[in-house]
């Protein structure tokens, strides 16, 4: 992984699911060289993650049951890491849930869940994980915020989604700028419509077509396509890289 060949561990939230974001960037960043804490809320699929990463990359890797919204159960999650792998040298928030209720219709209820698992999960997590980054004066946080938080909703994501994946925007910028004598980057990803369990059977044939069509690469991207740009933000040569947002699109928005 680094060119200082430092042993570190990458925290990745979220990533139990078999076709998701956090799975295949635990993949990437064991790929890079990091050993990996998969934390999600479901243990069994966390663990079968951290079995998967460190059987095909001889990495150490670890599954623990976290529920990010819990900051006694994402400490617990975080001290277990700290004792049993190496420093932690990268973060990546990724758990997060999606609401396509039109607001007129979002209960105060709803409106809440949202932004406990998209922005209190970061915050508690990231809070967690940072001053001992800035100790060790190397830190690679990556967001993962949506299209949709660029474009005022759109794809799957309803107002309430919208707005939190928005305010992580400002929550990666304003870090960014606090942690940077540290040593420690904070960046944002900003995916477009992935093919994962998220998207998969919710799209019938015709609005794909016509989803693809308005995509200048013509496809549907791929987790790999979004794991790939977080990896790159979590190498210690990318450095220079912070507070940025990376639209992985196709081009479906430009700005």
């Not at 999606?98 to 922005?119: Q, Y």
């Not at 419509?193 to 995509?215: C, S, Y």
């Amino acid at each position: 992984m680094a060119s200082d060949h430092t042993p570190r561990t990458a925290v990745v939230t979220g990533a139990g699911s078999r076709r998701g974001i956090g799975r295949a960037t635990a993949h990437a960043l064991a790929a890079a060289g990091y050993h990996i804490a998969v934390l999600d809320l479901d243990k069994e699929a966390a663990e079968d993650t951290a079995r998967e990463v460190a059987a095909r990359h001889g990495v150490q890797a670890s599954g623990l049951a976290a529920d990010v919204t819990d900051a006694d159960a994402v400490d617990a999650a975080i001290t277990r890491t700290e004792a049993g792998l190496p420093p932690i040298g990268a973060l990546v928030n990724n758990a997060g849930i999606t609401s396509p209720t039109r607001f007129l219709d979002v209960t105060p209820t709803e409106w809440d869940k949202i932004f406990e698992v998209n922005v209190r999960g970061s915050y508690l997590v990231t809070h967690r994980v940072a001053a001992g980054m800035a100790e060790r004066g190397f830190g690679r946080i990556v967001f993962l915020s949506s299209v949709s938080a660029e474009r005022g909703g759109g794809v799957f994501g309803g107002v309430a989604y919208s707005a939190a994946k928005a305010a992580l925007l400002g929550f990666a910028k304003a870090l960014a700028r606090e942690l940077g004598p540290a040593g420690v980057t904070v960046n944002s990803v900003a995916p477009g419509l992935i093919d994962t369990d998220i998207t998969q059977g919710k799209l019938g044939e015709d609005r794909k077509a016509a989803m693809i069509a308005d995509i200048p690469v013509r496809r549907i991207g791929s987790v790999d396509d979004v794991a790939d740009v977080i990896a790159f933000l979590s190498r210690p040569e990318s450095g220079y890289l912070t507070g940025v947002t990376y639209d992985v699109n196709g081009g479906s928005h430009l700005h």
